[in-house]
């Protein structure tokens, strides 16, 4: 299974060329929301009651006056949120008209190297290193990206991660990143425990990808509200083994990775199928979101960090 952490951000636009939604449809929309959220939702012991609180305010009328898609996705997103205050359960509109791609030509287009969410690569004044990360594509996407940029930080003394804009992605490409930031191959980081079956485990990348590797490099993460679900997951685990320095704001608490499902031609909803286990505490960040090991505001963070990180630099014997 492919696990993707997904930003809250990220959502298909519902058109404003569409008709009003008819009773039937917005029933139909609900009963196949539920019966995808029965199948899949992770946590099955509240799969009842999410349903059940569907179909509740869809016989009391709650969802009968939504005028579009949009307002009915709102109001699905509602409920959803006040059973499970799982940030990454969601449905979103979507157009009805989608411009025709072969699934082919997709993905190939995809399965394209691109710098697509590296904001900023850059050498600092004291030879520090900025690495800003917008969003995590699949290892497949981010791996070029990603050793180029490690690459031109290789002389760095210190590393500062900039995940404070990170709406989230691929679990796998977190923990390639995590992977220039320890020397041991293949150390164990997390698993994603799905409903059934055998977890997903996640580690530093194998020796063979030759990555360039420093265990010891000063690392501080960067970090904000905005930061979300694979932003947090970076830092959540840094954090987890000491390996790097939080600052900034409380993340959003959003840990619970998933997969993206048609409830019909009008609507779509990721649900969450898994569970984040840490390594070393088995344990995530769902609900709570990551303290910073340096609270400031988010605005000022990377001056902070660069403070941090010229002190401990002038420390060293």
Same mark, same amino acid.
């Given at each position: 299974?492919?696990?993707?952490?997904v930003?809250?951000?990220?959502?298909?636009?519902?058109?404003?060329?569409?008709?009003?939604?008819?009773?039937?449809a917005?029933?139909?929309?609900?009963?196949?929301?539920?019966?995808?959220?029965?199948?899949?939702?992770f946590?099955?012991?509240?799969?009842?009651?999410?349903?059940?609180?569907?179909?509740?305010?869809?016989?009391?009328?709650?969802?009968?006056s939504?005028?579009? @898609?949009? #307002?009915? %996705?709102?109001?699905?997103?509602?409920?959803?949120?006040?059973? &499970?205050?799982?940030?990454?359960? +969601? =449905?979103?509109?979507?157009?009805?008209?989608? @411009?025709? #791609?072969? %699934?082919?030509?997709?993905?190939?287009?995809?399965?394209?190297? &691109?710098?697509?969410g590296?904001? +900023? =690569?850059?050498?600092?004044?004291?030879?520090?290193?900025?690495l800003?990360?917008?969003?995590?594509?699949?290892?497949?996407?981010?791996?070029?990206a990603l050793a180029?940029?490690?690459?031109?930080?290789?002389?760095?003394?210190a590393?500062?991660?900039?995940m404070?804009?990170n709406?989230?992605?691929?679990?796998?490409?977190?923990a390639?990143?995590?992977s220039?930031?320890?020397?041991?191959?293949?150390?164990?980081?997390?698993?994603?425990?799905?409903?059934t079956?055998?977890?997903?485990?996640?580690?530093t990348?194998?020796?063979?990808?030759?990555?360039?590797?420093?265990?010891?490099?000063?690392?501080?993460?960067?970090?904000?509200t905005?930061?979300?679900?694979?932003?947090?997951?970076?830092?959540?685990?840094?954090?987890?083994r000491?390996?790097?320095v939080i600052?900034?704001?409380?993340?959003?608490?959003a840990?619970?990775?998933?997969?993206?499902y048609?409830?019909?031609?009008?609507?779509?909803?990721?649900?969450?199928?898994?569970?984040?286990?840490?390594?070393?505490?088995?344990?995530?960040?769902?609900?709570?979101?990551v303290?910073?090991?340096?609270?400031?505001?988010?605005?000022?963070?990377?001056?902070?960090?660069?403070?941090?990180?010229?002190?401990?630099?002038?420390a060293?014997?």
């Amino acid at each position: 299974m492919t696990f993707i952490w997904v930003s809250v951000a990220v959502a298909l636009h519902w058109s404003q060329q569409v008709p009003q939604l008819t009773d039937a449809a917005i029933d139909e929309t609900v009963r196949g929301l539920s019966a995808i959220v029965a199948a899949e939702y992770f946590d099955v012991a509240v799969t009842d009651r999410i349903t059940a609180t569907l179909e509740q305010n869809r016989v009391a009328g709650r969802f009968a006056s939504a005028t579009n @898609a949009r #307002e009915l %996705a709102e109001r699905l997103n509602t409920v959803l949120y006040s059973v &499970t205050r799982d940030k990454h359960l +969601r =449905v979103q509109a979507i157009d009805p008209q989608p @411009a025709k #791609e072969s %699934a082919t030509a997709t993905t190939n287009r995809r399965d394209q190297p &691109t710098t697509a969410g590296f904001t +900023r =690569v850059e050498v600092l004044p004291n030879n520090l290193g900025l690495l800003e990360m917008t969003m995590f594509l699949r290892p497949i996407e981010h791996r070029e990206a990603l050793a180029a940029a490690m690459k031109q930080l290789e002389r760095c003394d210190a590393v500062i991660v900039d995940m404070r804009a990170n709406g989230g992605g691929s679990p796998a490409t977190v923990a390639l990143l995590m992977s220039y930031f320890f020397d041991e191959p293949e150390l164990p980081l997390f698993e994603i425990v799905p409903r059934t079956g055998t977890p997903d485990s996640y580690g530093t990348e194998p020796a063979s990808a030759g990555l360039i590797r420093d265990g010891r490099r000063p690392l501080f993460i960067l970090t904000s509200t905005r930061t979300f679900s694979a932003g947090e997951g970076f830092a959540y685990l840094m954090q987890e083994r000491k390996r790097g320095v939080i600052v900034g704001e409380r993340t959003a608490g959003a840990a619970n990775p998933g997969s993206g499902y048609p409830v019909n031609d009008r609507f779509q909803v990721t649900i969450p199928n898994g569970r984040v286990s840490s390594a070393i505490r088995r344990s995530n960040w769902e609900g709570t979101g990551v303290d910073p090991d340096i609270a400031v505001p988010a605005v000022q963070a990377l001056d902070a960090a660069i403070q941090r990180a010229t002190a401990v630099l002038k420390a060293r014997p």
